[in-house]
Every structure is written in C-alpha cells, then in structure tokens.
C-alpha cells in the first residue's frame, strides 16, 4: 500500500526538495568558475573550463547508462546512452561550430562515437551484471563496459580528421577516465540500494 497524500518527513523534505536544490545550486556555481577565474587567470580558466567539459562528459555519457544499466536492464542502459549520447553529440556539435568557419570538417565520427560509445556502456553493463545487487558483480561490469566503451570511442575518433584526441596521452585519458567512473558508479549505486532497502524496510515497520 502506498503512502497517505498526509504522510510527510523531514527526510522528504529533505532528499526531496533540499538535497536537489544544492546540487543544482552548485552544478550552476562550477560553471561559473571560468568567468570568476577570466582576465588575468586564462591559464587557470583554461583548466577549469577543460576538467569541467571531462566532468560533464562522463557523467553525461558514462555515469548516468552505467547506472542505468547496473541497477536496472541492458535495456534502460542502452537507451540512456543511446539518448544522452545524442543529445552530448549535438551539445559538441553546437559548442565546437564556428560561424565563421562553418560547419566542422569530417566531426561526423566523433559525433557517432559519443553516441555508439554511451550507447554501448549502458547496454554492456546491464548485459553483465543482469540486475545483480552483488558488488563484485557491479565492479566488473561497470569497468569492462566503461574500459571497452573507451576503447571504441578512441578508435571511432581516429575515423575523424576533427579529432584531436590522439596517441598514447589521448588514449589513456580517454580509456582510464572511464575506467575510473566504471570504479565508482558500484559504489554510489550499491548507497542507493541499501537506502532503498532501508526505507522499504523502515515503511514496511
């Protein structure tokens, strides 16, 4: 049986209304910290603006059908991607277009590579682990489809003369990036469980 439209909790309020405020509060304070950081702070500017564009990109395209895909189906992992995937592809298409320039030469491949890239993490990783509250489990699912997304990802970028992620530096920050995302999604992922478990537990009581 489901709760009363009357039964209401601090915890509620507080995992309900406040918790996601602040984290977009500050999702909106990073992205601010280029322009706090501009004028006679370019080099810094530049690297937080770089570490922020990686951080969205592995959550975007890496974390959330890895999730997805660990606590759900191969289903719901695959599609995340594939819709992530599409929507970070136009984001890049969009943020690297220059209107001077036109259109970029050849980026076709690096735009299907973030697509089949997310697409093919979400799926792997449900395929894997098949719903599987094991940890272990969630472990090596998540690192071998995030290892092998990265993989293919930087072999697909290599299709493109757009591309600038190239060599060993390239694929090494491409590969271990989603190597070590593979290695904490488990984890925030095996907190949700047991605080699902928990609540269920504690409204069952």
Do not use: C
């Not at 009363?4 to 509620?12: E, F, I, L, M």
């Not at 757009?162 to 060599?167: E, F, I, L, S």
């Not at 271990?176 to 095996?190: D, E």
């Amino acid at each position: 049986m489901g709760l009363d439209w009357k039964q209401w909790s601090r915890s509620d309020i507080l995992y309900g209304i406040v918790a996601p405020v602040l984290v977009i509060l500050l999702i909106v304070a990073i992205s601010q910290l280029g322009r706090l950081f501009g004028g006679g702070f370019e080099g810094l500017s530049g690297v937080v603006i770089g570490i922020m564009m990686e951080l969205q990109e592995l959550v975007v395209i890496v974390a959330v059908p890895l999730m997805l895909g660990l606590v759900w189906n191969r289903w719901a992992g695959g599609a995340s991607g594939f819709l992530l995937g599409s929507i970070y592809a136009l984001y890049w298409a969009d943020s690297y277009h220059s209107p001077m320039a036109g259109s970029i030469h050849g980026a076709g491949a690096v735009l299907l590579g973030y697509i089949l890239s997310a697409m093919l993490i979400g799926y792997m990783a449900g395929a894997l682990n098949k719903r599987s509250e094991s940890f272990r489990r969630m472990l090596i699912a998540a690192v071998t489809a995030a290892t092998i997304g990265g993989i293919v990802l930087f072999l697909i970028f290599q299709l493109s003369p757009a591309n600038v992620v190239t060599g060993i530096t390239g694929f090494l920050l491409t590969v271990f990036a989603r190597m070590a995302t593979g290695l904490i999604v488990p984890v925030v992922a095996k907190v949700f469980m047991w605080y699902g478990a928990a609540m269920n537990k504690k409204t069952n009581s």
